[in-house]
Nanobody, 123 residues
């Protein structure tokens, strides 16, 4: 079994910063990619940023230059540093992992999701 546990959300004023963390634990063999998605009320879930096993990253156009995704491979943890936050960044942020895990009948690849953490940008 694999779990993703997120932390770091909260309320921040426009222009402020927050850092989200997501730690993956369990019977993990290898991680192909980890990322952050977000979902605002009444909107579809969208990709914010992703980081791949080789270290390459990608970002939504709306966060480029403001958000930075990074990882600590030894801890199976991914971070999202969010600077210059705007009210439109308000959403529930979800951690996502594409990984290979160990099962009773062998290894299998699956996508896992965290429980979500609320980020509210408001004055």
């Amino acid at each position: 079994q694999v779990q993703l546990v997120e932390s770091g959300g909260g309320l921040v004023q426009p222009g402020g910063s927050l850092r989200l963390s997501c730690a993956a634990s369990g019977s993990i063999v290898s991680i192909n990619a980890m990322g952050w998605f977000r979902q605002a009320p009444g909107k579809q879930r969208e990709l914010v940023a992703g980081i791949f096993s080789g270290g390459s990253t990608n970002y939504a156009d709306s966060v480029k230059g403001r958000f930075t995704i990074s990882r600590d491979s030894a801890k199976n943890t991914v971070y999202l540093q969010m600077n210059s936050l705007k009210p439109e960044d308000t959403a529930v942020y979800y951690c996502n992992a594409d990984l290979l895990s160990r099962g009773s009948s062998g290894n299998f690849r699956r996508i896992y999701w965290g429980q979500g953490t609320q980020v509210t940008v408001s004055s």
